[in-house]
């Protein structure tokens, strides 16, 4: 079955940088649009950069636009997040998702904590 495990996380300063990945199994990577989301304590969950199933459109939210970026490495099958110039409020456990396409299926990581602290 789809099994997504991210990795990465841990404790960074501000302005600092960070990169999480998302090894993905048992489906084919082009099937599925990826995406990662995030959820800070007390806050809902959000949707912090997506990439379509072709990886030639990718989407983010306004707050992490032009400091986080969204790719993928089919050969390896793994899908990141580079984080840069991050803040205190990027805090938050970070989730790994796969959708898949014809039939809007989703799948989960089991989250990878990111603290932003001096």
């Known amino acids: 079955q789809v099994q997504l495990v991210e990795s990465g996380g841990g404790l960074v300063q501000p302005g600092g940088s960070l990169r999480l990945s998302c090894a993905a199994s048992g489906y084919t990577f082009s099937t599925y649009a990826m995406s990662w989301y995030r959820q800070a304590p007390g806050k809902e969950r959000e949707l912090v950069a997506a990439?379509?199933?072709?990886?030639?459109?990718?989407n983010y939210a306004d707050s992490v636009k032009g400091r986080f970026t969204i790719s993928r490495d089919t050969a390896k099958n793994t899908v990141y997040l580079q984080m840069n110039s991050l803040k205190p409020e990027d805090t938050a456990v970070y989730y790994c998702?796969?959708?898949?396409?014809?039939?809007?299926?989703?799948?989960w990581g089991q989250g990878t904590q990111v603290t932003v602290s001096s």
């Open positions: 990439l379509t199933s072709t990886g030639d459109s990718t």
């Open positions: 998702r796969a959708r898949r396409v014809m039939t809007g299926r989703l799948y």
